[in-house]
């Protein structure tokens, strides 16, 4: 397994894609956040193919941080189901992956 991740969550709003990065950041669980958007999201749910506009956040962080920021993004999102999805990253510079360590350890 890699030791660095990107997590991927969509959220219904900008301003909730904005309160998930800053909560995240803030809480050091990740190093920095990434919010893209609007997408239009297809899935189903309750039954029926739904579409709806999301916005996107990448999150960057360690492997190990992943269970704190997994359960971080379910206190504070608004959906019964977030998509917390985790990435590996299969290569980086080691500059960057270095400030991602330092920027996520407890």
């Known amino acids: 397994m890699s030791d660095h991740i990107e997590v991927r969550v969509t959220a219904g709003s900008p301003e909730e894609a904005d309160r998930l990065a800053g909560t995240v950041v803030g809480r050091r669980l990740a190093a920095c956040a990434q919010i893209a958007g609007p997408i239009t999201s297809v899935y189903w749910w309750d039954g029926e193919v739904n ?4 916005w996107l956040v990448l999150f960057k962080t360690t492997a190990e ?5 997994s359960g971080c ?5 608004s959906y019964d189901v ?3 999805i985790a990435v ?8 960057y992956l270095s400030w991602i360590d330092r920027e996520t350890t407890p």
């Open 88 to 95: 590996p990253v299969a290569m980086g510079s080691g500059d």
């Open 65 to 69: 941080r992943f269970g704190d920021l």
């Open 82 to 84: 977030p998509e917390i």
């Open 51 to 54: 579409r709806s506009q999301e």
């Open 73 to 77: 993004v379910r206190e504070v999102h």
